[in-house]
Structures are given as C-alpha cells and as structure tokens.
C-alpha cells in the first residue's frame, strides 16, 4: 500500500509569498495528481504528472519519479490560494491514495 | 456541459438507517469512483466501476456497496449506518479506468453524510 505524505501541514503565507508544497509517497506510481479543494468540499484537480514539470498559470507541479517526490509551487500568492491542496498517487488497479492534505492560508 | 453532479448534497441519517448516494458522471465518461472524506483527513477509496463492473475496491466492509447503471450513473448504498460513516462522499469520473500513465479524475461536489 502507497502511502502519500505531505509537508507542511498547516502554512500561512502574506500574499505575493512564493509557496511550495510537498508529496512523498513510498511505492512506484503511473501518475500524481494535486488537488485543490475549498471549503464546503468540492475538488478541483489542477494538474496530473509522470514525469518532468508542469505550469499552469501561477501554479508549477514537478516530480522526481527516481525521489518518489513530487512538490507544488505557487507564485505570486493571492488571498483566493487559500484552500487545501491535496497530493494523490496512482500505483496499481485501485483508485487514487491521497494524503492529508496541507491547509493553505493567504493573507492580505 | 455539466460536470460530474452529486444527489444529495446533504444528507442526516440515524444509526442503523441505510442510505443510497447517486452520481452522475461526465458526459463520455465510463469510469466512476467513489470516496469517503472524514472531517480533516484526506478522501479514501470505496470502489471504482467502469462499464457496469467493479473494477477496484478499498478497504471498506461489505455494508458497502455500489453499482453503475447503462448510462454510466452510480449509486453507492451504506447499510447499517454507524457515526463513523459520517463524512462527505466523493465521486470521481474519468474516460477509462486507467491508461498509461493515469486518467485524470473529476471530482463532484460530494454528499455531505452525517450519522446520528
């Protein structure tokens, strides 16, 4: 069984901070997905990745694969970044193993 | 075009009710799956069906159950509540189960569950 780490738990940054998340996970994989999710519960998948680096916007995801790494950065933090951001692997035929989560706070 | 829609959106029960959650999926989508998210921790797999067949399950107790209709919708049943099936369930759809290096999933809003 996978198991997906996240660090830090708990970060509060002043808006414009440059952010970085990261995700560790034990066993080889296919694929990582993060996940943003806002209060009241819904999930947005912001970027799913095998290998190398992704950008969308103000958001990079990249992944070492040889690490069992992956990290998330966020530039030019904004009040509305604030949510969870989620990390979840995909290894073998069941569905995605998550972690727990960092809680994401930005302030004005 | 709709995203992945969740009935209902909240729901109470009492302990020893069941209770049946229903998905719909993206248009196109033959893949649904299912998760639990307790307050604080991160959602955990229940089942992932495609075309009609379960094709995973997680560690959860046969209380558990779900099936997936022609047009792709779900349902998953809980019987025999108990407090800690308390938490917002998850449904996930995406193109295929898996392909080679992952499909991407899309989340519904969830069905938020409180067992009394």
């Known amino acids: 069984k996978n198991e997906v780490e996240q660090s830090p738990q708990n970060l509060t940054a002043q808006e414009g901070e440059f952010i970085t998340i990261n995700c560790s996970y034990s066993v080889g994989i296919s694929a990582l997905h993060w996940l943003q999710q806002h209060p009241g519960g819904g999930i947005v998948s912001l970027f799913m990745l095998s290998s190398g680096k992704k950008k969308h916007g103000r958001l990079i995801a990249t992944i070492n694969i040889q690490e069992k790494h992956s990290s998330l950065h966020i530039t030019a933090s904004h009040p509305r970044d604030s949510a969870v951001y989620i990390c979840?692997?995909?290894?073998?035929?069941?569905?995605?193993?998550f972690g727990k989560g960092t809680h994401l706070i930005i302030q004005p | 075009d709709a995203g992945v829609t969740q009935s209902p959106t909240h729901l109470i029960k009492t302990r020893g009710q069941h209770v049946t959650l229903r998905c719909s999926p993206i248009s196109g989508h033959k893949s649904v799956s299912w998760y639990q998210q307790v307050l604080g921790q991160g959602p955990q797999f229940i089942f992932q069906?495609?075309?009609?067949?379960?094709?995973g399950r997680g560690n959860f107790p046969d209380r558990f159950s779900a099936r997936q209709f022609p047009n792709y919708s779900s349902e998953l049943n809980v019987n025999a509540l108990l407090l800690g099936d308390s938490a917002l369930y998850l449904c996930?759809?995406?193109?295929?189960?898996?392909?080679?290096?992952?499909?991407?999933?899309?989340f519904g809003p969830g069905t938020r569950l409180t067992v009394l």
């Open positions: 996930a759809s995406s193109l295929a189960p898996r392909l080679a290096g992952g499909a991407e999933q899309f």
């Open positions: 069906y495609y075309e009609k067949e379960e094709r």
């Open positions: 979840a692997v995909r290894g073998g035929a069941d569905g995605l193993t």
